[in-house]
């Protein structure tokens, strides 16, 4: 069974900082690239960042680019968000998502699999 279980939001303020966890089970990680969409209340589903194990890939929003890391702990089968210099607008529930091989543009467009999100809230 596949499961993508995420941890690590909650409410911060602005300026702040968060770690997203996400543990993956289920599907070989090597062969998918995996990351992270979030949607704000009223707003369309974003995403966000994701990170192809197999070749080092990584893609960043330009909302988020040089607040935001992405990074893998292939011993632990989890992929972290790392959040920094949070903004009221990052408020979010952010979801761990998986699609099969390197690419980001499919990650975007065709992701296979999907956790249950978690919440961020940024207080201004």
């Known amino acids: 069974e596949v499961q993508l279980v995420e941890s690590g939001g909650g409410l911060v303020q602005a300026g702040g900082s968060l770690r997203l966890s996400c543990v993956a089970s289920?599907?070989?990680?090597?062969?998918?690239?995996l990351g992270w969409f979030r949607q704000a209340p009223g707003k369309e589903r974003e995403g966000v960042s994701c990170f192809s194990r197999s070749d080092g890939t990584r893609y960043y929003a330009d909302s988020v680019k040089g607040r935001f890391t992405i990074s893998s702990d292939n011993a632990k089968d989890t992929v972290y968000l790392q959040l920094n210099s949070l903004k009221p607008e990052d408020t979010a529930v952010y979801y761990c998502?998986?699609?099969?091989?390197?690419?980001?543009?499919?990650?975007?467009?065709?992701?296979?699999?999907w956790g249950q999100g978690t919440p961020v809230t940024v207080s201004s």
């Open positions: 289920g599907f070989p990680m090597d062969d998918y690239t």
């Open positions: 998502a998986a699609s099969f091989g390197s690419s980001w543009y499919r990650f975007l467009h065709e992701t296979d699999y």
